[in-house]
């Protein structure tokens, strides 16, 4: 395996500017181009290479499959992460009386698409967090018989708290609560635990390296009812009595996938594993250990929790003023993501220890 970080001259953009905004917006790989070729290529070559694409989106399938721990039949396309939200929470047969958790620091589409339900009397309880820590235990006796669903992300978006998923699903498992994880945040650079959910869902663009798709996995031994309300072309079969669904997730595909999108996000994942999540993880994890602290000794507001279990590739820390400190380290050299209150920085697998070292040095001045 090669060793990390991985060579900086593999992406595009990244000759002199230090990236670490991979949570809101990686690089593309060199490699892409060639895909983009590809994709090109086939395209034009009618029903054959139309044949192609579903072949490809077939091979992404599987690699996802085995980066989420469930079967490739399992897998499913969207459009993005959000849709796939929707799709799972229309799924669920809701009764007036009923009720959903989430986290009150947890990602908007979530907390959006369950709110939606009050129309029909189902109440959400949003779980007040500590500081801005979430807080498991707070999550899961909010629970009770009448919870449906539970949404939580493994990385938080805001903060970069890392959650473990193991305790919440070992909790619910056996209960009438689907457990909706989204690894928006953490796929492409820690392990993620699709097994151990009833569905995990994640946008493609951020740690996975691709562009702005969306991938559903659906636990069918765990949460074997899934039907989304909606239907279409590909999601069915032609009966003489009308469609039926088909048998596995792309009965979440209604249409077409992203097909240009595939051939992108295979190059990324073949990338991604020539070194190994395990290796990406372990490489990744103390350089936000050290942003972690270095924020903490700059004396900034730091949101990520100090705990190394609690971390994962994005460290975040509370600023008013997102906009001058990301135009003033841009101007500097380094990319990192601001708004909603703080300033996150992101690392990955082409993050050298010099970076981070270098943007902990640059701080103070970044900070006006
Ligand atoms: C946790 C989480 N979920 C979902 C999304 C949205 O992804 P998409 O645009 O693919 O729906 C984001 C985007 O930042 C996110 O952080």
Known sequence: MPILPAPKEDFVGLDDIVHLA????????????????????????????YRVHWAVVDE????????????????ALTGNASEAIAKVVSSIDWQPGDNAVVAALD???????????????????TVPCDGWTIGIDGL?????????????????????????????SNALSGTPTAL?????????????????????????????????DGVLGWNRARWPDFVPSGVGWHSATSTVAGFAIKDDAQRAEYGNVGHLGA???????????????????????PLASCLVDGMAQAGLPVMTP????????????????????????????????????????SAHLFTAEADIDAFLDRLPRFLG
């Open 180 to 212: 909706l994880v989204d690894a928006s945040h953490a796929l492409g650079v820690v392990p993620v635990p699709g097994d151990l959910c009833d569905f995990v869902v994640s946008s493609c663009y951020k740690f996975l390296l691709g562009v702005h």
């Open 140 to 168: 899961l006796s909010a629970c009770d018989s009448k919870t449906r669903l539970v949404y939580v992300s493994q990385v938080n978006a805001l903060t970069g708290q890392h959650l473990d998923i193991a305790k919440v």
């Open 306 to 345: 100090s705990d190394p279990v609690q971390q994962a590739a994005n460290a975040a820390f509370e600023w008013a003023d997102t906009e001058s400190f990301v135009t003033r380290a841009q101007k500097d050299g380094f990319l990192v993501w601001g708004d909603n209150g703080r300033i996150r920085v």
């Open 60 to 75: 992404v399938r599987t690699q996802l499959a085995s980066l989420v721990n469930l079967a490739p039949q399992n897998i």
């Open 107 to 125: 990602y908007a589409s979530g907390r959006y698409a369950l709110a939606r339900l009050a129309d029909i009397g189902v109440t959400v309880r």
């Open 22 to 49: 991979t949570g809101g917006q990686p690089p593309l790989l060199q490699a892409h181009r060639a895909a983009f070729e590809h994709f090109a290529r086939d395209k034009a070559r009618g029903m054959e290479g």
């Open 263 to 285: 051939y992108l996000l295979k190059a990324s994942i073949d990338y991604l594993n020539s070194f190994g999540i395990e290796a990406i993880t372990d490489h990744v994890r």
